[in-house]
């Protein structure tokens, strides 16, 4: 039963023409558009064999142009594409117009750095292996070069080697033992394929460790779970899909898959009264960052960027297992990305599209409503962590954003057995404090962080919204308080970049009013959606920081900017650079005007993860994020008169046992 009603929705994808889709402005490049435009690369000498791809992605037309387009008519069809060849400094970016073949534009920038590749690890293999010093380091610890293996990260401040090559840290571990070599790390140019520093702190757990790190034994099945919940759907589904578009309920949107920002949500529109009244013309995560928390430099240079960086891990096929990402009755549609060497994939299982049980809609007293959801659903896996995000569209108008937390923590090795022990002095810590959480003996999962910027380009029944800040505040006990109880809410209307650059502040309920200040509803408030924060954390590394300064969004967890082409990335474009800040801070320094503007909308939501021994070999989900609500968007509760499904009447309570 299980297998049949996801392979009816599979079916009903090809049916309708998804994989190929190519209808709307918007719609993903399809393999075809992505071949053909390494092609023209090729055709015009502008790539070699050792050409690695950052990027190819559809190259959205201006927002104007989308609205204004109207179906049947010619259609601009771009792709950007960044990449990158291992003995040239800097990277290349071109646009290329798929509909005349031709390049639009073709940019060389010296002075940053492209993204993580897979082919990195190789590249270091070749390099650490011919270097005496490396190799003598190695063995005062009583390891051959052979017994070990490489992986690579950024460095967090690079500098070493000239402005523009490709600077990486070498981190070696032996052959099947998943914890590093502590204290040993060496720098290398891949741009000049030289060592240019090795890092060699003596003393530093360096052993072997049965590590259980989600292996066979850890991942078999020993046990039954629950008896099955089946969710069936005797009616058939309520939701429409046209090519990337959704309709459901009041709800119309369209999606994409993007090769760096995954997940993308546009044309977010409610049917009202049957009026179309838009509401996002496109959401997305468009950048994160994890920084670790513990004093050596290489947890210093543990903060992934791991959108801007590598691209939410997009570049290998990690489908969906249907019944356990997501629920049985959802539409799994498949999604074309792209490997580093340039080929298209098809990425099967990529997208869920599902209603789900969405709980009590409404009750008083005994009259009760139920509640129905739309979820779109995607996953990454970025090395050890997998993160969910999930945008999930309610009958009552909310949108709520979740992301998931899952895979498996980043550990280092260390001399402690057991938590009673002492640090050892050898091991990182402070005052008697780890760094830290033992989850096996000799293996720390280190303390970290991880936050996530979402961009939100509003339109809130058209272009032009403005932001008001709600700040709930105590009016003074005295005359106007007599008896110390009142309290009213602020609104604060930002007129420029600079005033919305805001922090989250639970004491006074902070909210923003995302709002359009020339629509009213029928009581004369604003038509508007309200951004509200859910759980939050703020950054423990100070201002000044090189990842202070490379995630200068950290700054605040809420912006706003007036719409600008360009400004789609807020640690910038390529964040692994050096010395090459641009983002957030730096757009919004402009100060543009945003009172009646078309705007965007960014919010930073964050976690402090310190992990529990639960939490090891793999993480059970956490869940976070945050909400868009309709505030006077509507002029009532929009669910009136919504009847229940006509089953329930035929429920009863279970018999007693
Ligand atoms: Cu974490």
Known sequence: ?????????AALCVAI??????????????????????????????????TWYNIINLKEPPKKEVQAWQPGTPMRREAFVSFYDYARPGITEVVVDLNTSKLVST???PNVIGMGLEADSLAAETIVRNDASYIAALKR???????????????????????????????????????DIEGLLVYVDFTSKKVLKIVDESGRFSDRVDLNYFNEDSIRD?????????????????????????????????????????????NVRLMDNGKERSVLYRGSMPEMVVPYGAPSLLQAAY???????????????????????????????PATLHREDGTPYELRNAVAIFEEYGGTLWRHGTVSRRATNLAIKYYTQIENYDYGFTWRFKEDG???????????????????????????????????????????????????????????DMDVDGDNNGVMEMNSKAVPAGTANP???????????????????????????????????????????????????????????????????????????????????????????????NKVYDGLPQWTAKNRPIGNNDIVVWYVAGITHIVRPEEWPVMPAHHMGFSLMPFGFFSENPTMGQANPEFLKDLHPNPAP
């Open 1 to 9: 039963m299980h297998k049949k009603s996801f392979i009816t929705a």
């Open 17 to 50: 023409g998804i994989v190929n889709a190519q209808t709307y402005p918007l719609d993903p490049l399809t393999a075809g558009e992505i071949t053909k435009v390494t092609t023209i690369l090729k055709d015009n000498q502008l790539v070699t064999a050792a």
């Open 107 to 109: 940019k060389t920038i």
């Open 141 to 179: 610890r009583g390891i051959a070069i052979d017994d070990v293996v490489h992986r690579t990260i950024f460095p967090t401040d690079l500098g070493l080697a000239p402005i523009g090559h490709r600077e990486q840290l070498v981190i070696p571990h032996l052959q099947n033992n998943r914890v």
């Open 222 to 266: 020993t046990r039954k779970g629950p008896a099955p919940v089946k969710i069936t759907m005797p009616e058939g589904s309520s939701i429409h899909l046209d090519g990337q578009a959704i309709s459901w309920a009041n709800w119309r949107l369209r999606f994409g898959i993007d090769n760096r920002e995954g997940l993308v949500i546009y």
């Open 303 to 333: 903060n992934f960027f791991d959108a801007g960086e590598y691209r939410l891990g997009q570049g290998i096929a990690r489908p969906m297992t249907p019944g356990a990402d997501a629920p049985e009755n959802a539409f799994y549609l």
């Open 398 to 456: 909310t949108i709520d954003v979740d992301i998931e937390l899952t895979g498996i923590v980043e550990v280092q090795g260390v001399h402690r057995t057991n938590a009673m022990d002492a640090p050892d002095k050898n091991d990182l810590s402070y005052q008697g404090h780890s760094f830290g959480t033992l989850v096996k003996p000799h293996v720390e999962a280190i303390n970290h962080q991880h936050f996530f910027v979402f961009r939100l």
């Open 483 to 577: 008896y110390g109880n009142a309290f009213y809410v602020e609104d604060t209307h930002f007129m420029n970049e600079g005033q919305a650059r805001r922090n989250i502040n639970y004491e006074s309920a902070r909210c923003w009013h995302i709002m359009n200040p020339s629509v009213h509803n029928a009581l004369g408030q604003h038509t508007g959606y309200m951004l509200m924060p859910g759980s939050q954390a703020v950054p423990f590394m100070p201002p000044g920081t090189v990842v202070r300064k490379k995630a200068g969004f950290l700054d605040h967890q809420f912006w706003v900017t007036q719409y600008a082409e360009g400004e789609e990335y807020p640690a910038g474009r390529y964040p692994a650079s």
